[in-house]
């Protein structure tokens, strides 16, 4: 199966932008997702980016992908304590989902 | 559109007890799946389901059955509860092709004693 991969933690203080980042192995991804988890809570679909896609916006989030690194990036501008979460990386192809280990965003006030 | 609904969302087993994680969809999607979610391991798929009466095994199926006989639900079953199969589990489905992700449903933490 593919192997997608986060780094597990990051912390940045209130109003900077937050950057999390996402590599994968397989090249025939058709779509790349972000996930939030809030504690104790399920996952929320944050966005998605088509593999045909080189970048997505939507408000504070942009979704950046670089299909011949195999690399997705999210940022998250203005960051705000409620912004503290995991967040999933998440490869589709066909029927298959691989899921990323998870950041998690610590945000300092 | 009340979306993914799991049932219970707390559960305390004894070793050896059985119990049937439920999971119902509403949105007609033909993908389901069932994860579990471990400190510092996130999601890893259990079983998973492409339509009904069609199921497959994921990555950490042992111990656990599923069965698709119709389109909305996906019970999860654990034949005896052992203490590694405390987790917290969460249901998921997608409409063809996966197009716009995942629907989760809100999880069910099961501890297992």
């Known amino acids: 199966g593919e192997d997608v991969e986060q780094s597990l933690f990051l912390s940045v203080r209130e109003g900077d932008s937050s950057v999390i980042n996402c590599t994968y192995t397989?090249?025939?991804?058709?779509?790349l997702y972000w996930y939030k988890q809030e504690p104790g809570a399920g996952l929320q679909l944050l966005t998605y980016?088509?593999?045909?896609?080189d970048m997505k916006q939507d408000q504070r989030l942009t979704v950046l992908l670089n299909k011949k690194d195999k690399h997705l990036s999210l940022r998250i501008a203005d960051t705000q304590t409620g912004d503290s979460a995991i967040y999933f990386c998440?490869?589709?192809?066909?029927?298959?989902?691989?899921f990323g280990t998870g950041t998690s965003l610590t945000v300092i006030p | 559109n009340a979306g993914v609904t799991q049932t219970p969302k707390f559960q305390v087993l004894k070793t050896g007890q059985s119990m049937t994680l439920q999971c119902a969809q509403d949105?007609?999607?033909?993908?389901m799946s069932w994860y579990r979610q471990d400190p510092g391991m996130g999601l890893r798929l259990i079983h998973y389901?492409?339509?009904?009466?069609?199921?497959d095994q994921g990555e950490v199926p042992n111990g656990y059955n599923v069965s698709r006989s119709t389109t909305e639900d996906f019970p999860l079953r654990l034949l005896s509860a052992a203490p590694s199969q405390t987790s917290v589990y969460f249901c998921?489905?997608?409409?063809?092709?996966?197009?716009?992700?995942?629907?989760f449903g809100s999880g069910t933490r099961l501890t297992v004693v």
């Open positions: 998921a489905s997608t409409g063809t092709g996966g197009v716009y992700g995942y629907t």
């Open positions: 397989d090249s025939s991804s058709t779509y």
């Open positions: 980016i088509f593999s045909n896609m």
């Open positions: 998440l490869s589709n192809t066909g029927n298959q989902f691989y």
């Open positions: 949105m007609n999607h033909e993908y």
């Open positions: 389901s492409v339509g009904a009466g069609i199921t």
